[in-house]
């Protein structure tokens, strides 16, 4: 029985007993299953953010919790790295299936910023080089390793140094381009990155590291051709190209993995949020010839590939290969036409993008030049006020990002139905409104 029976006691033992670090949207979870969060105080809400885009297939799927349960009564732990195990062996041949291109070896570990961290050792140690390219905005953890590849200030702030050779490129952010002004982006764009490097390196280039999607920095989709001029051009460079799909990843944008979207094949994947629905997992693949790079002893991880987020993992792919990634492309495109029919009625909205259940919708003043002289100014206040009015007036709940903090976020699980979705279209035109 828990001692918390008010949401106000949940809050006093956080300001008590936890870092003070982030409790952006505020609402204390008792108890949560498919698309519905319930709060101590008998709340129920809508949730159309997924726990940062983690819950893939609904909370509480019976399914993976099924998984969960039956592989806590074999054995928890004995670490996999030590004592080989079926749901490992298992969940890294199915991953070898999913994955686009010849990717086929894994490493699991216990988060996305951990895959990423893991595949820069393998990319340096594969390729021989040291430098890496990120993009500005990119988001990729908060180590200080994968911090370094972070393109905002805003995550890095007194966690300076971090680690070196690291330089960023611009991201394909086509609203705020001074060059593209917002008329479209096209994969000439891309060729910024080999000024980046002609530039701002010494030429020895392990990885360009992308997000296919970029999430953090606001929902940003690149333009056709882009992400194929950029696998180009690190290639020419005999450097290999990270998709960070730690985000983007498990049927999110209405694709099992993002890059399929693109004409692309990843030197290296990661992979973590909604891999196994909400237990601490994360993974990063490669094909073999570049996995068989790493020698014995040159990567670890105590907990990593641990056995029940495994097999939760595998009942997480099951559930997403049954219709569910199928249903986010067809809720995705509903979803395109409803918001593209916002960002008409309402001066405020700038620009809605997006793929997928994947989808940013970014608010401005409409009356004042942004940064560059390009699009209205980014107005994170208004996002702020209406992402609470969503909260407050209609029970859903919903992310706020982006580089200027100005975007409000649609990532809901991939199990929300159309009722739902149209639910949160409404609200969301009414929050204009109001506000």
């Not at 952006?24 to 008998?42: I, M, Q, W, Y």
């Not at 982006?402 to 969301?428: C, D």
Request: charged letters at 20%; a negative charge.
């Amino acid at each position: 029985m828990s001692e918390y029976e008010s949401n106000s006691s949940v809050d006093a033992a956080y300001d008590e007993y936890v870092m003070p670090i982030w409790k952006s949207l505020n609402v204390p979870v008792k108890r949560a299953h498919g698309c519905t969060l319930e709060d101590f105080d008998g709340n129920e809400y809508l949730d159309a953010f997924s726990g940062i885009s983690v819950t893939n297939v609904g909370h509480g799927n019976d399914a993976v919790v099924d998984a969960a349960k039956a592989q806590l009564e074999e054995f928890v732990h004995g670490c996999s790295y030590v004592h080989p195990n079926e749901p490992v062996a298992t969940l890294a041949e199915t991953i070898a299936d999913v994955t686009p291109g010849d990717l086929q070896k894994t490493f699991f570990c216990n988060s996305g910023t951990e895959a990423v961290e893991g595949a820069i050792k393998l990319a340096r140690k594969y390729t021989g080089s040291k430098e890496i390219v990120a993009l500005e905005m990119g988001f990729h953890g908060r180590t200080l390793g994968s911090l370094a590849l972070t393109g905002n200030n805003a995550y890095k702030r007194g966690m300076a140094p971090t680690l070196n050779d690291v330089s960023h490129a611009r991201a394909p952010y086509s609203y705020r381009c001074p060059d593209c002004r917002g008329d479209g982006c096209d994969s000439s764009c891309a060729d910024e990155l080999e000024h980046v490097i002609g530039t701002h390196t010494s030429g020895d280039i392990a990885a360009v590291v992308v997000e296919p999607v970029m999430g953090e920095a606001g929902i940003v989709v690149p333009p056709a051709g882009w992400l194929e001029r950029v696998q180009e051009i690190a290639h020419d460079h005999g450097a290999l190209l990270i998709a960070d799909e730690v985000q983007t990843g498990y049927g999110r944008t209405g694709e099992l993995f993002a890059s399929s979207h693109f004409d692309i094949e990843p030197d290296i994947l990661t992979q973590a949020k909604g891999i196994a629905n909400g237990l601490p997992l994360g993974a990063f693949t490669a094909s073999r010839k570049i996995a068989d790079a790493f020698e014995s002893g040159d990567h670890l991880s105590t907990f990593g590939g641990n056995p029940v987020a495994c097999a939760a993992a595998l009942a997480t792919i099951e559930q997403l290969q049954d219709g569910l990634v199928e249903d986010a492309r067809d809720h995705g495109q509903w979803l395109e036409s409803e918001l593209n029919s916002l960002e008409e009625k309402y001066d405020a909205v700038g620009q809605t993008r997006g793929l997928g259940l994947m989808w940013g919708v970014e608010l401005v003043d409409p009356d004042e030049t942004g940064p560059r002289g390009v699009a209205p100014v980014p107005d994170s206040d208004l996002a702020s006020t209406v992402s609470d009015h969503l909260l407050e007036e209609s029970a859903i709940v919903v992310g706020v990002g982006g580089y200027y903090k100005n975007v409000l976020r649609l990532q809901p699980p991939l199990t929300i139905s159309r009722e739902q979705l149209e639910r949160v279209v409404a609200a969301l035109d009414r929050a204009l409104e109001a506000v």
